[in-house]
C-alpha cells in the first residue's frame, strides 16, 4: 500500500492526500477524509468552481446536499455539483472516512494547510478570517 502524499489534520479531522494538483495538471484532488464522532467539522458551504465526490470507505458520514440528508457508508457515492451547499458530519458512533476527489484542483492541500493554521493558532478562529480563506479558495459558507 502506497503511503499518502500528505497526511494534514485539523482539530480532529484527518486529511489523507493521495493526489493532488500536482500529479494532475490541475485537474483534480484525491484524499480521504477522516472524521471522528462528534468532531468539529466545516459549515454548510458551496465550492463556486469545483464539483465533489465522495465514496465511502469506513463508518457513515451524514452529509446533507442541496437540503437532502443522506447517510453515506461504505461503497455509497455521492456528486456534489459546483454551486450547491453541503455539510459533512459524523453523527455515528464511529469514526467515518470519505474518499474524496475534487475537480479541478484549486481546493488542494494549501487551502487545508492555511485554514489548518489559522484554526490551531489557539482560541475560537475569527469568522472573518476563516471566510476569507474560504473565499480565496472559491468555497462560500452558506
Known amino acids: 500500500m502506497t503511503e499518502p502524499k500528505e497526511i494534514i489534520r485539523i482539530g480532529a479531522l484527518e486529511l489523507r492526500f493521495l493526489l493532488d494538483g500536482d500529479d494532475t495538471d490541475e485537474r483534480m484532488v484525491v484524499f480521504e477524509f477522516s472524521v471522528p464522532p462528534g468532531a468539529k467539522v466545516p459549515a454548510p458551504h458551496y465550492h463556486e468552481e469545483v464539483d465533489e465526490l465522495v465514496y465511502g470507505l469506513a463508518g457513515t458520514m451524514s452529509t446533507t446536499v442541496g437540503g437532502l440528508l443522506q447517510a453515506i457508508g461504505p461503497g455509497d ?54 471566510q476569507k480563506i474560504m473565499a480565496k479558495y472559491g468555497l462560500v459558507v452558506a
Open 77 to 130: 457515492r455521492r456528486f456534489i455539483p459546483r454551486g450547491v451547499v453541503h455539510h459533512h458530519a459524523n453523527l455515528g458512533s464511529e469514526t467515518a472516512t470519505l474518499l474524496t476527489v475534487l475537480t479541478p484542483a484549486s481546493i488542494g492541500p494549501a487551502y487545508f494547510r492555511e485554514l489548518g493554521a489559522l484554526l490551531q493558532a489557539g482560541g475560537p478562529p475569527d469568522p472573518a478570517r476563516v
